[in-house]
């Protein structure tokens, strides 16, 4: 039977990988950016208008799937934040548009497709996060506007982790690694085709047990 996929965040970088790669292992792909036009899939992906950070986009795409069951949901949809992340720098409306964009819009994508992923016999949502996030892993500061958003995803992993597991759902947040972006720079150490390769092993050994857990691309549990 064909899985089904939805990824946030396609237009380019990892989330156009996840689209590529998992369609051409065979997957249903949904495929959602703000612009579709302007992206290009060499195979057969539905490519759907999502602004993550307005309700009425994200509640008109799980309408026009409607019925539609959903085995992964991957939230990679994020922003960096700009370069005024550091302290007597930041600015009260960059950080607002980042916690929008990387914390209450996985949020709420998830909340609108619960349904749709109850329909799946075990479903799993993915929340991109980063070792940024990571309280523990902290050793230098600075970036408070992308760390601080991280983090909060990751507690909505490990709440929905809980809130959820009574539909079936599996909850993960995965870190990707360093990786060749237009966030990461060109000095990053991954490719997007080595940092999905590794993320999507990740989620296919996704068990109940590990629902509201934080991992590496490589499997590796990080510390929170």
Same mark, same amino acid.
């Given at each position: 039977m064909v899985k089904t996929v939805l990824i946030t965040g396609t237009s380019r970088g990892i989330g156009f990988e996840f689209a590529a790669q998992?369609? !051409?292992?065979?997957?249903?792909?949904?495929?959602?950016?703000?612009?579709?036009?302007?992206? %290009? $899939?060499?195979?057969g992906i539905d490519?759907?208008? =999502?602004?993550?950070t307005d309700q009425a986009s994200i509640e008109a795409l799980a309408s026009s799937l409607d019925g539609t069951a959903i085995d992964l949901l991957i939230n990679n949809a994020g922003i960096f934040g700009g370069p005024r992340q550091d302290v007597g720098e930041t600015r009260d409306d960059d950080w607002e548009l980042v916690?929008?964009? @990387? +914390?209450?819009?996985? $949020?709420? +994508?998830?909340? &609108? =497709?619960?349904g749709h992923l109850a329909r799946a016999s075990q479903p799993v949502v993915v929340h991109i996060s980063s070792l940024a996030g %990571?309280? !523990?892993? @902290?050793?230098s500061g600075g970036i408070h506007?992308?760390?601080?958003?991280?983090?909060?995803? @990751?507690?909505? &992993?490990?709440n929905q982790a809980r809130d959820l597991a009574g539909?079936?759902?599996?909850?993960?947040?995965?870190?990707?690694?360093?990786?060749?972006?237009?966030?990461?720079?060109q000095s990053?150490? =991954?490719?997007?085709?080595? %940092? +999905?390769?590794? =993320?999507?092993?990740?989620?296919? %050994?996704a068990s109940t047990e590990m629902s509201g857990g934080f991992f590496n691309h490589d499997g590796r549990p990080?510390?929170?």
């Open positions: 998992y369609a !051409a292992s065979g997957w249903k792909v949904h495929a959602c950016c703000r612009r579709p036009g302007d992206v %290009s $899939f060499d195979h490519v759907h208008a =999502l602004d993550v916690i929008r964009t @990387n +914390v209450i819009a996985p $949020f709420r +994508v998830t909340d &609108a =497709l619960r %990571s309280i !523990a892993d @902290n050793h506007l992308y760390r601080t958003s991280k983090t909060a995803l @990751n507690m909505v &992993a490990a539909d079936g759902i599996t909850v993960l947040a995965l870190h990707p690694g360093w990786v060749r972006t237009d966030m990461g720079g990053a150490p =991954l490719s997007t085709q080595e %940092s +999905v390769a590794g =993320l999507r092993q990740v989620i296919a %050994s990080l510390p929170w």
